[in-house]
């Protein structure tokens, strides 16, 4: 069982940053990480996702704006967001898992899901 807590949501404006990071109460180096995130009557959709062995994927909306990345010692994952724009605007959620025959950014992938944090963008 692995338990995930998400942080660093908030409002910015178009063009600002935000990192959102998933603290987990378990070991994640040996399972696989994503970020996900829902907007208002739209379905969960994969942002971003890392594998245990380090293979990365994005979500063509945020390639070379969105960075994934994990600290194993400290068990947490992290999201930095760079050029925020108003389409952004989403509760996200940190998800982890070990199904590995579905892809990174599918929801069948994963197990264990965090309760979101609120990202608004305004323009």
């Known amino acids: 069982q692995v338990q995930l807590v998400e942080s660093g949501g908030g409002s910015v404006q178009a063009g600002g940053s935000l990192r959102l990071s998933c603290a987990a109460s378990?070991?994640?180096?040996?399972?696989?990480m994503g970020w996900f995130r829902q907007a208002p009557g739209k379905e969960r959709e994969g942002v971003a996702g890392l594998d245990r062995d380090g293979s990365l994927s994005y979500a063509d909306s945020v390639k070379g704006r969105f960075t994934i990345s994990r600290d194993n010692a400290k068990n947490t994952l992290y999201l930095q967001m760079n050029s925020l724009q108003p389409e952004d605007t989403a509760m996200y959620y940190c998800?982890?898992?070990?199904?590995?025959?579905?892809?990174?950014?599918?929801?069948?992938?994963?197990?264990?899901w965090g309760q979101g944090t609120q990202v608004t963008v305004s323009s």
């Open positions: 378990g070991d994640i180096s040996t399972i696989c």
């Open positions: 998800a982890a898992g070990s199904r590995r025959w579905w892809p990174l950014l599918h929801l069948g992938r994963y197990i264990y």
